[in-house]
């Protein structure tokens, strides 16, 4: 049941096959903290390791990653002496599991953390290989198999390497611009001279296909954020240990939730217009037959809205809408606004005694439509065919009186009893959602419009890029 792989916070989505580009990001914390973790550790018969594994399971558990928490952990491999004198390379990888379920005191995981660890070092001969075979997990050409994260803590004293008549210097090669999991930590204990704590220092391997630099560095802060409040109260529950700093709670807590915004009293085909106004020439439609700006987009619905208005069409009157995905259905659902009367749309693949239905509910006798019109329709429907022409003459905006608190549309639900049930939307609340400071980023600009044409997300998909 271990996870195929980590939900992990990422700034990109992960590609089907991996690049294994990489790139590193420093990694520096203070004496306080290096020597405050290793008392913990002391105190609790754990190693620095098991406290820094126990905090980053903790953390990724925080973030969204799950409840179960696999580390792959670098393990030296030399448990017989004999080797002690050998040159080579012995080292073996171990799978560290952390359950997180039941929102533990940060005392109890990383009780159970040692029992995983001491567990997982009498069994490390048996090689990571084997063990991927034995399993046989899933293969993905876009994750390493069992984990994806390494962690590793280099806690023997350096050594001299020196040769008869020969300087020998380490010298940092500043990376291979290259990354083998998603992300690899690497760190270090520094001691002084009198082998007092004197931080720890390392730096994190990460994936270019997931990760920004910034998100690296700002993961590393809110592992050394959680594992301070770990220290100064672990019988918390991980729930409770702090991983925000002020300025950023306060953007959480406040900042982001300061929604409330100044809403013109008006309507959305009046805010349109006055769009159109001030920028005639802006594009509106992107489509196969080519880019509508915003003046011939008001004027074919000016057009159609007149046409609607001398067939009955006012406020709080339905008009139904049966027409697949095209500029026409965009003309046609602004001509209803513009009009002041009620948008019901209808999906071409509705069951004609559906589509009765909520004609007869809403009281609609007018269908907008571009195909046959269904024959099992209600008595006395008149349907209308939306075709683009290309005249320039410009009606107007219709002399209607809109009101933001008169209904703009009704969709249906499939409704608790089986019954589809209506639900109508004021003008007031299309204005709520399109006018939302959420949508300064500027990303909704282009939108594509695929929704359901009777599925309330697309009212974001049609209002939210004509009224920005």
Not at 213 to 237: C, F, G
Not at 432 to 447: H, I, K, M, N, S
Request: net charge negative; hydrophobic share 45%.
């Amino acid at each position: 049941d271990l996870p195929e792989c980590l939900d992990l916070p990422t700034d990109h989505t992960r590609p089907a096959v991996a690049t294994y580009r990489g790139a590193l990001v420093p990694v520096r914390w203070d004496a306080e903290l290096h020597e405050s973790l290793a008392t913990l550790a002391r105190q609790h018969g754990a190693s620095l390791f098991m406290v820094l594994q126990a905090g980053f399971a903790a953390l990724l558990s925080r973030l969204g990653a799950g409840n179960d928490i696999p580390l792959g952990s670098p393990i030296a491999g030399r448990t017989d002496p004999a080797l002690d004198d050998l040159v080579g390379f012995f080292v073996n990888t171990l799978v560290l599991r952390t359950d997180t379920h039941g929102d533990p005191s940060f005392r109890q995981l990383l009780g159970q953390v040692r029992d995983t660890a001491l567990a997982a070092y009498a069994h490390q001969d048996l090689p990571f290989e084997y063990l991927v075979e034995a399993l046989n997990p899933a293969r993905s050409l876009a994750h390493h198999p069992l984990f994806q994260i390494m962690l590793a803590v280099q806690n023997a004293p350096g050594g001299d390497f020196a040769l008869p008549g020969l300087g020998v210097e380490a010298i940092a090669t500043g990376g291979t611009a290259t990354a083998r999991f998603d992300l690899s930590i690497s760190l270090a204990e520094q001691r002084g001279p009198d082998g007092a704590a004197a931080g720890l220092e390392g730096v994190v391997e990460y994936s270019l296909d997931l990760f920004e630099r910034e998100s690296v560095a700002h993961l590393m802060t809110r592992w050394a954020r959680l594992l301070t409040a770990a220290v100064e109260n672990p019988d918390q529950p991980l729930s409770r240990l702090d991983i925000l700093e002020s300025a950023e709670r306060h953007r959480l807590l406040v900042e982001y939730n300061a929604t409330d915004h100044p809403l013109p009293a008006t309507t959305p085909a009046a805010l349109f217009a006055a769009k159109v106004a001030e920028h005639p020439n802006a594009p509106a439609v992107l489509a196969d037959i080519g880019t509508l700006s915003c003046a011939p987009l008001a004027t074919q619905a000016n057009r159609l809205a007149c046409q609607l208005i001398e067939a009955g069409a006012k406020p709080e009157r339905g008009v139904a809408v049966l027409m697949a995905r095209s500029v026409e259905r965009i003309v046609a659902v602004l001509a209803i606004a513009k009009a002041g009367a009620v948008y019901v749309p209808l999906d071409p693949r509705y069951p004609a005694a559906r589509m009765a239905l909520i004609l007869e509910d809403t009281q609609a006798d007018l269908l907008l439509t571009d195909l046959v019109p269904p024959t099992a329709l209600p008595q006395g429907i008149r349907s209308l065919t939306v075709t683009l022409d290309d005249r320039t003459d410009n009606p107007g905006l219709p002399e209607m009186a809109h009101d933001p608190a008169h209904t703009a549309y009704v969709m249906y639900t499939s409704g608790s009893t089986g019954t589809p049930k209506g639900i109508a939307i004021p003008h007031r609340a299309i204005l709520e959602l399109a006018l939302d400071p959420c949508w300064a980023t500027g990303y909704q600009r282009r939108v594509l419009q695929h929704s359901p044409p009777a599925f309330d997300a697309s009212t974001y998909e049609f209002w939210v890029p004509l009224l920005n």
